[in-house]
């Protein structure tokens, strides 16, 4: 997708919770296979010169990313999910701030025994349903429409993402 739209990029994939070795599932091969995209590799586990390596850092889930950083927390700040990284822009980045604050406030209210205000609960609520999910559902074990579903996603995410790099 990036060489189509004449950018360079270096990619390297790993896995936060796999070994060196392990063969690719037959629904992923398909799936790939379906895209034109040929796969002959297996996994690869994330190593710490992986991640001295690399710019940037995505993963799939927010829990990939929170064990990626508690083996590696050097790479706070270049670790996203890949919609996090993709989708983010400033008025997002101000909701996820604000939504940060109150449940600081919430939790800050509760170990004094008290609640947060009506107003404060509904703002909560409403940041929680406008920010999207970062996670890109991990269709393992799944069906071969579940990695489909899973491509879709992760192709939306990458071409948004390939947006942003164009504009820089």
């Not at 929170?66 to 700040?77: K, N, S």
């Not at 509904?122 to 349903?129: M, Q, S, Y």
Request: hydrophobic share 40%.
């Amino acid at each position: 997708m990036a060489a189509q739209r004449g950018i360079t990029v270096a990619v390297r994939s790993a896995g936060v919770s796999t070994v060196d070795g392990l063969p690719v599932s037959a629904h992923a091969v398909e799936t790939l296979r379906r895209r034109d995209i040929d796969h002959t590799g297996s996994s690869r586990a994330m190593t710490s010169e992986a991640v001295k390596w690399a710019d940037i850092i995505l993963t799939m889930t927010s829990s990939h990313k929170r064990g990626l950083l508690q083996w590696h927390p050097d790479a706070i700040d270049k670790t996203y999910t890949l919609k996090e990284y993709a989708l983010q822009d400033d008025r997002m980045l101000a909701d996820i701030e604000e939504l940060e604050a109150l449940y600081t406030e919430l939790h800050m209210k509760q170990a004094l025994g008290q609640q947060l205000s009506a107003s404060e609960r509904n703002r909560l609520l409403e940041l929680e349903r406008r920010i999207p999910s970062f996670d890109i559902v991990d269709p393992f074990g799944g069906s071969l429409s579940n990695y489909d579903s899973c491509a879709m996603e992760i192709e939306a995410a990458l071409s948004k993402l390939l947006d942003k790099l164009t504009k820089r």
